[in-house]
């Protein structure tokens, strides 16, 4: 398939100017489950579906939430099957549940997953078609019933998006919705629900949540407010995640937390980049965790990119530890916090990457970014080859 740039590059004008046209979507945040009860019971919900994943429920982590339901007399139906990486199969067996209780709201309770899952959850329940006919920039025709988020992951940022990402297992293919109407009409930010979060994962969550802000920052379809957005998660999540390790307090979740919701808000006017593209490629042939592909790819993709990003990538360092650096020098800073912060994590800078498959990754990034995702500079396919040769570790150092 070709790729024409400049075709590629109006298309992107074309959708940033009607943008300004269009009213965005964005989420109420809530403080408390009282005042959640509060909008459910107003709207006379009494059967509401909630979505998350075994590992929560062996945690028992929605144990209060399901009492204050069942003392408000609201019937809670709990499918607790989504994977990392949510299916298509996942989402029609939830449908499927959905339906034969005859429920009427969607809770996600979870990480990026159970979110993306219950946003297409909701969009199978009022829209016939399938999917992947629902696949790319709005195709989804009817708004969802009631969907609120409760994100226990300061990561995806989904619960202030309107992107859903899901996998074809069968044909090795993650792919994006992107809609309005998948924007959750409410979000409970709770720091409690990640203070249990284990050091691993609230580092590839974390990575995952600054890649949000750094890919939307990067790109050429900012906003001003995209672009505050991006610096301020950038600023809480750089000042905090560092310190999780040493220091787990409510507070610094919290700040985590606000962080990816605001560069969750940064990518939905602004989009992201490589990083997404190669990640979703690689967790779709190899099932990697999506934050683990990201930490992986993020690096490299900067560094391939070159000049063209490194100013911006020095501002918002600066920006977030109120330093007057020179772009090139406090990029460095950045990229050598970045790996510090991998290596406090125990996250790799490689992964498994069979040299066999890389046409058909490359293809896969290809035709994510292409139109759509206003990134900062084309990759050529010797650079994709070179960064996924890094990703396997099989290049020489250079």
Request: hydrophobic share 40%; proline share 4%; with cysteine.
């Amino acid at each position: 398939m070709k790729y024409n740039k400049l075709l590629g590059r109006i298309y992107q004008k074309l959708i940033y100017c009607a943008s300004f046209f269009v009213k965005w979507a964005k989420p109420t945040v809530l403080k408390s489950y009282d005042e959640l009860i509060t909008i459910i019971t107003m709207r006379q919900i009494d059967n509401v579906f909630l979505v998350t994943d075994n590992n929560l429920s062996k945690l028992n982590l929605y144990l209060p939430l399901l009492k204050i339901l069942k003392n408000n007399k609201i019937k809670v139906v709990i499918f607790d099957e989504v994977l990392a990486n949510p299916s298509l199969e996942i989402v029609e067996k939830s449908l499927t549940l959905y339906k034969k209780n005859k429920c009427h709201a969607i809770i996600a309770f979870g990480g990026g997953s159970s979110i993306d899952c219950a946003k297409m959850l909701g969009a199978r329940v009022t829209n016939s078609k399938s999917i992947q006919k629902m696949k790319g920039l709005l195709k989804i025709k009817h708004k969802l019933p009631l969907l609120i988020a409760i994100p226990t992951t300061a990561g995806s940022g989904s619960e202030g998006t309107l992107a859903a990402v899901i996998s074809d297992y069968q044909n090795k293919e993650k792919f994006t919705v992107l809609d309005f109407k998948l924007v959750p009409k409410y979000v409970v930010l709770d720091a409690s629900l990640t203070l249990g979060l284990p050091l691993y994962s609230t580092g590839i969550t974390g990575i995952d949540a600054l890649s949000h802000g750094i890919e939307s920052f990067l790109g050429k379809s900012t906003t001003r407010n995209s672009r505050k957005n991006s610096l301020n998660g950038c600023k809480l999540l750089l000042n905090n995640l560092p310190k999780v390790k040493d220091n787990n307090t409510i507070t610094i979740r919290k700040n985590l937390l606000i962080g990816s919701f605001l560069n969750g808000l940064a990518f939905s006017r602004g989009y992201v980049g490589y990083a997404h593209g190669i990640s979703h490629a690689l967790t779709a042939f190899y099932n990697y965790e999506h934050g683990l592909g990201i930490a992986v790819a993020l690096k490299y993709v900067l560094e391939y990119s070159g000049k063209t990003v490194q100013k911006k990538i020095g501002i918002i360092y600066n920006y977030a530890f109120n330093k007057k650096e020179k772009p090139l020098n406090s990029y460095l800073l950045f990229m050598e916090l970045f790996e510090q912060i991998k290596k406090d994590f125990n996250i790799p800078s490689t992964l498994f990457v069979d040299k066999k498959d890389y046409s058909k990754i490359i293809e896969h990034i290809k035709k994510e970014i292409f139109p759509l995702y206003p990134v900062p500079k084309y990759l050529t396919n010797e650079q994709l080859i070179n960064i996924l040769d890094e990703i396997g570790g099989n290049n020489e150092p250079r």
